[in-house]
């Protein structure tokens, strides 16, 4: 099994920063790509960022210029670094990996989830 940890949510007052943290633990061989998606009441989830361990990196257009995604692969975590939000930047933030993990007596990748973390901009 393997858990996807995140912190750092929280209330902000707009211009204002929050760094996100996602941890991966279990049993994890190895890890692809790691990123943050979000979802605001009464809309769909959407890719915030993204980071492939290769290096490449994208970004959601609406945030380029604000957010940052970095990884240490040494602890298995992701970060988000989200400078100047927005109100419309409120919404549950969700940590995602795709993971080369043991299970079921063999080695596979799978795409896991956190369990989310509020983040609300508001004055």
């Known amino acids: 099994q393997v858990q996807l940890v995140e912190s750092g949510g929280g209330l902000v007052q707009p211009g204002g920063s929050l760094t996100l943290s996602c941890a991966a633990s279990?049993?994890?061989?190895?890890?692809?790509?790691m990123g943050w998606y979000r979802q605001a009441p009464g809309k769909q989830r959407e890719l915030v960022a993204d980071?492939?361990?290769?290096?490449?990196?994208n970004y959601a257009d609406s945030v380029k210029g604000r957010f940052t995604i970095s990884r240490d692969n040494a602890k298995n975590t992701v970060y988000l670094q989200m400078n100047s939000l927005k109100p419309e930047d409120t919404a549950v933030y969700y940590c995602?990996?795709?993971?080369?993990?043991?299970?079921?007596?063999?080695?596979?990748?799978?795409?896991?989830w956190g369990q989310g973390t509020q983040v609300t901009v508001s004055s």
């Open positions: 980071n492939n361990n290769g290096g490449s990196t």
């Open positions: 995602n990996a795709y993971v080369y993990t043991y299970s079921g007596s063999k080695y596979i990748w799978n795409a896991y």
């Open positions: 279990g049993s994890i061989f190895s890890i692809n790509a």
